[in-house]
């Protein structure tokens, strides 16, 4: 089955530095990608969605100067949490849409710790 | 817009015991509807997914789930649950329409016990 992976798959970073997470369809090509954030038991929340050659749109009430998404190619998104503080600790799951049937596949999450 | 409503949080069984974790959406256009499951610290799976024809899917790991439309809703069931089937459980749905992201339920949390 399709494949999607994410980079790194934990991370500890200090306040105030950023962190760029990737979200990578291995097989596939993936003109939309869907970025996810999960707080400790909970769901998960739609944070953006990302299409492929043009500017993400933010669900409401995320920042999108504070999460900057990427979406250089068909194989490639790309989370930048800039100016990280403790309260933007979370799980991050990204999602990548296969073009050819419209499936939707998820990446193994990225565990973000600020300190 | 579309909503999910997983009616149980927490759902405690025995091992070798059935259980049903329930979902209920509410949408104003045709949509698709799936389960995941979640263990710990790891990313989501797809169990099964509703997207047309017969209202019973069956997935993998021996869930089934049934689509009812006029309940607008898609419980997923297990005739026999493992201890190894203790995670986090969701339902999501999602408009049946190219390029929208999924919209899940707050989660249900299946514990099986010996």
């Known amino acids: 089955g399709a494949v999607v992976s994410q980079h790194p798959s934990w991370v500890i970073c200090k306040s105030g530095t950023s962190v760029k997470i990737e979200c990578r369809s291995l097989d596939f090509q993936a003109t939309t990608m869907f970025w996810y954030r999960q707080f400790p038991k909970q769901s998960l929340m739609l944070m953006a969605t990302?299409?492929?050659?043009?500017?993400?749109?933010?669900e409401q009430g995320v920042e999108k100067d504070k999460f900057l998404i990427n979406h250089a190619s068909l194989t490639l998104s790309t989370l930048t949490v800039t100016s990280a503080h403790p309260e933007d600790s979370s799980f991050y799951i990204c999602?990548?849409?296969?073009?050819?049937?419209?499936?939707?596949?998820f990446g193994p999450g990225t565990r973000l710790t600020v300190l | 817009a579309q909503s999910v409503t997983q009616l149980d949080s927490q759902v405690p069984v025995f091992e070798e015991a059935p259980v049903e974790l329930r979902c209920n959406y509410s949408?104003?256009?045709?949509?698709?509807l799936f389960w995941y499951v979640q263990y710990p610290n790891q990313g989501l799976q797809l169990l099964l997914k509703y997207l047309s024809g017969s209202t019973l899917v069956k997935g993998i790991n021996g869930f089934e789930a049934e689509f009812n439309k006029s309940q607008t809703s898609f419980h997923l069931r297990k005739p026999s649950v493992h201890i190894s089937d203790t995670a986090e459980y969701f339902c999501?749905?999602?408009?049946?329409?190219?390029?929208?992201?999924?919209?899940f339920g707050k989660g249900t949390t299946l514990s099986v016990s010996s």
């Open positions: 990302s299409n492929e050659g043009s500017k993400a749109t933010y």
């Open positions: 999602s990548a849409r296969d073009r050819r049937n419209d499936e939707q596949f």
């Open positions: 949408s104003s256009v045709s949509v698709y």
């Open positions: 999501a749905v999602t408009p049946n329409q190219a390029g929208t992201a999924l919209i």
